[in-house]
Structure formats: structure tokens, C-alpha cells
């Protein structure tokens, strides 16, 4: 009958192990990540007890002491009671303690795991970390996370997320997305590693953000946005007013403040899958103020074209022409400011 893993981890930690059974250890631990990973934590445990000396498999190690214990002839003597049952008490020994820190390793969950979440196209997940943190996953995104180690609390993002981070001083948040990382206390902050500018935008508390393999890092408070530049691999700073509309894809709210006509739709055109083409320039002079949750996007144009006394017009491939006279620029300022009425 093959032995398990676990009895031939007993074994080798009480060094009563054979060759035979090193070698299927050995086989064991080369071919399982998962047995590698498993034998290093409790080894590394054994270790603090000071039976041990090495903290993990060494695969060479273990092929001289094969090759030693098969060119070793055993000795014959004679064993009084203790010394024939010494294997056989140091092993239970053994035993008892590896069956502790087995428990504590699978049953409490202190193994390395990585959970997974994905979403495809027109779905968005909502997601509660056993921290008590959310995060909102956009579509054609994967969010993985692993809070087995107890400094950090690790989490991988390819695609968009928007995160609301339960503090804990003790145990960064840290978000591995493919150009950057992005390490919190708590906080809320949106994350967007699509397309040729990736960027990180945060709602509330601080955020530091700093491109992989350089030490170009920033910290960001409340209102300000690290892009990141596929093509310069280029790491900038801005301050964005209206920041709460990164996340406007979670709840469909937009809160324009005296923002230009041309970001607002560009913040539209990011939700609704759109593009603008405003055929006259003097429209960039345009600013716009109002507030609208959930509303279509035909409304929110019928609203904003109405203010300007233009007109609207929906051609192929999603691409929406606004037309009209704009706005005159003066020295003085900085455009017209339209007040929408959102009700």
C-alpha cells in the first residue's frame, strides 16, 4: 500500500525516512506545487523547534543522502527496549505535532490559495473580500486574491475594478494590475488597466502608486490620478475635478461641476460605449453643471443640447455628432457655464 504524503513528511522530518521513500518524496515535492508549498510551511515550523535544519526540500541534498543510505551497510547490535522503540516514539511524536500544524495549514485556511473572479462582456460582479472590502468588477475583467500572508493582503486585477478598502494599518492593501501596483491602508479608489492608459483614480484617503521593476512612485490623495503611458512606459501625476466619475460605471452617476463639454463626454463615452464628434470647436469653450443618476443617455444629451441651443445626431457605429454654435472663450474666463436641470 502507498504511503501518503503526509506520513513520508513525518518520516523525513524524523529522519527515520528510506531511501526508497525518500525518493518517492522527493517525486512527490518536484511534481505538486501544491505538496512543495505545503512541505516548506510546515519544515519552516519544524525548524523553530529545533529539530530541523533546513527550512525546504533540497533536491540534491536529498539524492546524497539516497546514494549514502544505499552504499551504507546497516550495522547489527543489540538495542535495549528505549533505543529499539526510539524511531517508532520519535515519529509519533512527530505525528502529533505535524497533525496540529496540518490542521491550522488546510482547515484554517493559512495556505497559499488564490481565489479567482471573472466577468464577460455587459456583466459586472460585485465582490466582498473576507476582509470586509468590495469590490466592483467591471465587464471582461479578473480580480484574484490571497490574504494567507500576514503582512499584506495580495490582490492581482487585469481589466477595471472600483475598490472600498476596510482599513487595516497592520495589513497593506496592495493591487498587482500589469503596469503598476497600488498599495492602500483603506480607502476607495478606482483601478483601470485597459487600453494605452492604464490609471488609478482615488475618491477618498490616500493611494501610492508605483510602476513595476522602477522606483517611480506617487501618492495620490482625493481627487488625484496616476496614467500610466503604454507606449512613453511612463508613469504622470494630474489632478482631476469630478474624480467621483471614474466610477460612474458602478451606479450610472455623473456629477458635472462646471466641467468642460468635452470631458463630460468623454466620461459618457466611457460608460455608454460611445464616441463624440462635436462639429464645431467653439462647443470645447463649453461648460457644463448638473447632476443625473441612472438616467439614459438620451436624456442626459436631450438635457445638455437643449442648454446650448444645438442638436444632436446618431450616425453608424455608435458615433453621436453634437451641433451648434458653442461658446465664445474670453480673457476673463474660461467659457460659458450651462446650469442643467437634471429633475
Known amino acids: 500500500m502507498k504511503q501518503s504524503f503526509w506520513e ?10 528510506s531511501e526508497d521513500d525518500l525518493n518517492t518524496l522527493f517525486v512527490l515535492l518536484e511534481n505538486n506545487g501544491d505538496n512543495k508549498k505545503a512541505f516548506d510551511s510546515i519544515a519552516k515550523k519544524w525548524k523553530e523547534t529545533g529539530d530541523l535544519k533546513a527550512t525546504t526540500f533540497n533536491a540534491e541534498k536529498a539524492k546524497h543522502k539516497v546514494l549514502s543510505q544505499i552504499k551504507t551497510k ?9 533505543e529499539t522503540y526510539q524511531p517508532v516514539l520519535k515519529i509519533a511524536a512527530t505525528v502529533i505535532i505535524l497533525l496540529g500544524v496540518y490542521f491550522a495549514y488546510n482547515l484554517l485556511g493559512f495556505h497559499e490559495t488564490w481565489k479567482e473572479f471573472r466577468t464577460v462582456n455587459n456583466e459586472k460582479l460585485r465582490v466582498l473580500l473576507p476582509d470586509s472590502s468590495i469590490v466592483w468588477l467591471n465587464e471582461n475583467s479578473v480580480l484574484s486574491y490571497n490574504f494567507s500572508n500576514p503582512e499584506t493582503r495580495q490582490i492581482a486585477l487585469k481589466g477595471e475594478a472600483f ?5 487595516n494599518e497592520e495589513k497593506p492593501f496592495v ?7 497600488t498599495t492602500v491602508l483603506g480607502t476607495s479608489f478606482n483601478i483601470d488597466s485597459k487600453g494605452k492608459k492604464p490609471s488609478v483614480s482615488v475618491i477618498e484617503g490616500k493611494v501610492a502608486v508605483n510602476k513595476k521593476e522602477s522606483e517611480q512612485l506617487y ?45 463630460a463626454l468623454e466620461y459618457l463615452s466611457q460608460n455608454y460605449h460611445v464616441t463624440f464628434q462635436l462639429k464645431n ?63
Open 219 to 263: 501618492l495620490l490623495e482625493k481627487g488625484d490620478k496616476a496614467i500610466y503611458d503604454i507606449d512613453s512606459k511612463k508613469l504622470s501625476k494630474e489632478h482631476t475635478n469630478g474624480v467621483e466619475n471614474e466610477m460612474a460605471w458602478v451606479d450610472r452617476k455623473f456629477i458635472f461641476d462646471d466641467t468642460p463639454l468635452e470631458k
Open 281 to 343: 470647436e467653439n462647443l470645447k469653450n463649453c461648460y457644463i453643471s448638473g447632476t443625473f443618476h441612472k438616467v439614459s443617455l438620451k436624456k442626459i444629451l436631450k438635457l445638455i443640447c437643449t442648454s446650448l441651443d444645438g442638436e444632436y445626431t446618431i450616425t453608424t457605429n455608435n458615433l453621436i455628432a453634437i451641433n451648434g454654435d458653442g461658446c465664445e472663450k474670453k480673457p476673463e474666463d474660461t467659457g460659458n457655464i450651462y446650469r442643467l436641470k437634471t429633475n
Open 175 to 181: 493591487v498587482s494590475s500589469p503596469n503598476f501596483t
Open 163 to 167: 475598490f472600498d478598502v476596510a482599513r
Open 8 to 17: 513520508l513528511v513525518t518520516k523525513y522530518l524524523s529522519n527515520e525516512i
Open 74 to 82: 546497516p550495522q547489527e547490535s543489540k538495542l535495549c527496549f528505549y
